[in-house]
């Protein structure tokens, strides 16, 4: 359970355990919770960096193993097959391993963030929120179950384009210093005709969706004890507003914010995004096309917080 108090210096009424009263500005609290999501998008930048420090550590790795092997004459294919091999799956061993690891990291910040956002964003409302206990981590575990499979279909696809490439050369299909290089590329973080590597894009997207993703739960769990404690709490869905935001989720920012029809909703009537019934941002009903790579966010609103 949630303690909420109204925190204000007019007078304030007790009702049901919830002090309110009003009088705060509803800009101030919009412009909170921009700090807070581009705080949001700062997190998420530097893992995605870390990430990709880390494809490039591998490929150099794997550029210096693929360059001490030296075809000498035409059977070099044959000779060199189970070397090039060799090389192949050390990358994709500890690019699953560190991978992995990268990614859980990620995606526990990114819970505890979300744990945190109603309560910070709250005091831009000059609500007060405190809880009885730290959040239950079962949702969290069971997202994690999810990182095993997906670290897996990355790391096994890059073994599968790579087995490619190395299939060209023993057929005779590619030069080896040309399969070399096309096999590096693979790993590439570094843009090129705008595009990154396959692999680096996989491994982007799945960092971004799986951290907002437990963002996201984080809030909404968080905002269930507060719902609990706020008699006819409301939500509305918030975007990122920039320029990379979807038109779909853009869309509903504007459908249900303050003031606009049918503006916020009770907290557990789900939103219309896309053609998808979505309690919160990354409902797993929403699909694909709205969770992947989404920075949306679940906002907590009452009008009778604001004058």
Same mark, same amino acid.
């Given at each position: 359970?949630?303690? $909420?108090?109204?925190?204000?210096?007019?007078?304030?009424?007790?009702?049901?355990?919830?002090?309110?009263?009003?009088?705060?500005?509803?800009?101030?609290?919009?412009? %909170?919770?921009?700090? @807070?999501?581009?705080? &949001?998008?700062?997190?998420?930048?530097? !893992?995605? &960096?870390?990430?990709?420090?880390? @494809?490039?550590?591998?490929?150099?790795?794997?550029?210096?193993?693929?360059?001490?092997?030296?075809?000498?004459? #035409?059977?070099?294919?044959?000779?060199?097959?189970?070397?090039?091999?060799?090389?192949?799956?050390?990358?994709?061993?500890?690019?699953?391993?560190?991978?992995?690891?990268?990614?859980?990291?990620? =995606?526990?910040?990114?819970?505890?963030?979300?744990?945190?956002?109603?309560?910070?964003?709250?005091?831009?409302?000059?609500?007060?929120?405190?809880?009885?206990?730290? @959040?239950?981590?079962?949702?969290?575990?069971?997202?994690?179950?999810?990182?095993?499979?997906?670290?897996?279909?990355?790391?096994?696809?890059?073994?599968? %384009?790579?087995? %490619?490439?190395?299939?060209?050369?023993?057929?005779?299909?590619?030069?080896?210093?040309?399969?070399?290089?096309?096999?590096? !590329?693979?790993?590439?973080? !570094?843009?090129?005709?705008?595009?990154?590597?396959?692999?680096?894009?996989?491994?982007?997207?799945? $960092?971004?969706?799986?951290?907002?993703?437990?963002?996201?739960?984080?809030?909404? $769990?968080?905002?269930? !004890?507060?719902?609990?404690? $706020?008699?006819?709490?409301?939500?509305?869905?918030?975007?990122?507003?920039?320029?990379?935001?979807?038109?779909?989720?853009?869309?509903?920012?504007?459908?249900?914010?303050?003031?606009?029809?049918?503006?916020? @909703?009770?907290?557990? #009537?789900?939103?219309? =995004?896309?053609?998808?019934?979505?309690?919160?941002?990354?409902?797993?009903?929403?699909?694909?096309?709205?969770?992947?790579?989404?920075?949306?966010?679940?906002?907590?609103?009452?009008?009778?917080?604001?004058?």
């Amino acid at each position: 359970m949630a303690l $909420v108090t109204k925190a204000l210096s007019l007078p304030a009424r007790l009702r049901e355990g919830v002090v309110e009263s009003e009088g705060a500005d509803i800009a101030v609290y919009i412009r %909170r919770i921009g700090a @807070l999501i581009a705080a &949001r998008g700062r997190l998420e930048d530097a !893992e995605v &960096r870390a990430v990709m420090r880390m @494809l490039a550590d591998l490929r150099r790795g794997l550029s210096e193993d693929l360059l001490r092997i030296t075809p000498q004459d #035409k059977l070099w294919r044959v000779q060199h097959l189970g070397q090039l091999r060799a090389a192949v799956d050390r990358v994709t061993t500890e690019f699953a391993s560190r991978y992995g690891t990268a990614l859980t990291g990620a =995606v526990n910040g990114a819970w505890e963030q979300g744990a945190a956002f109603p309560a910070a964003s709250l005091a831009g409302a000059r609500v007060e929120v405190a809880f009885a206990q730290e @959040l239950s981590r079962v949702q969290l575990e069971v997202i994690s179950q999810m990182h095993v499979d997906l670290v897996r279909a990355v790391s096994d696809d890059f073994k599968l %384009r790579a087995g %490619r490439e190395l299939t060209l050369g023993v057929a005779g299909a590619k030069p080896p210093f040309q399969i070399m290089r096309d096999v590096g !590329e693979l790993l590439r973080t !570094e843009p090129l005709r705008g595009e990154m590597g396959t692999i680096a894009n996989q491994a982007e997207r799945i $960092v971004r969706t799986e951290m907002g993703q437990a963002f996201s739960i984080a809030n909404r $769990v968080r905002g269930d !004890e507060i719902a609990a404690d $706020v008699p006819g709490l409301l939500h509305y869905w918030m975007s990122a507003r920039d320029g990379r935001v979807r038109a779909t989720h853009s869309a509903a920012d504007s459908r249900y914010a303050p003031g606009s029809n049918p503006g916020p @909703l009770p907290w557990d #009537k789900p939103f219309s =995004v896309g053609g998808q019934q979505m309690l919160y941002p990354h409902d797993p009903r929403g699909g694909a096309a709205n969770n992947v790579m989404c920075r949306c966010v679940d906002i907590k609103y009452k009008k009778e917080w604001f004058r």
